[in-house]
Nanobody, 126 residues
Framework: QEQLVESGGGLVQPGGSLRLSCATS????????VGWFRRAPGSEREGVGC????????YYADSVKGRFTISRDSAKNTVTLQMNGLKPEDTAIYYC???????????????????WGRGTQVTVSS
């Protein structure tokens, strides 16, 4: 059973930065497309950013473009989400998801991914 584990969440002041990491047990994340999603209280889960399995395509939601960056670390078998310039509206539970069929051109949507982590809380507040 593929498993994903998110880490790096926490409490940060507005304008601050956090680095989330998505790690796996049992498979090579480099072979999978990976998405980051978030769910704020009372809101639907939304796509933050997705990277295709070949790394040739990276999508970012308009709300995070220019502030968040997705990258792969093949040596550590992880995918990270670097979040800079955090705003209170970024407060949410952040999830990573993976699927070996997710590729360039696919929408960054929850139903494109089969494997999910349990999430990590990010709170942006002064």
């Amino acid at each position: 059973q593929e498993q994903l584990v998110e880490s790096g969440g926490g409490l940060v002041q507005p304008g601050g930065s956090l680095r989330l990491s998505c790690a796996t047990s049992g498979f090579t994340l480099e072979d999978y497309g990976v998405g980051w999603f978030r769910r704020a209280p009372g809101s639907e889960r939304e796509g933050v950013g997705c990277i295709s399995s070949d790394g040739g395509s990276i999508y970012y939601a308009d709300s995070v473009k220019g502030r968040f960056t997705i990258s792969r670390d093949s040596a550590k078998n992880t995918v990270t989400l670097q979040m800079n310039g955090l705003k209170p509206e970024d407060t949410a539970i952040y999830y990573c998801a993976a699927d070996d069929l997710y590729d360039s051109g696919d929408p960054c949507a929850p139903n494109e991914f089969d494997y999910w982590g349990r999430g990590t809380q990010v709170t942006v507040s002064s």
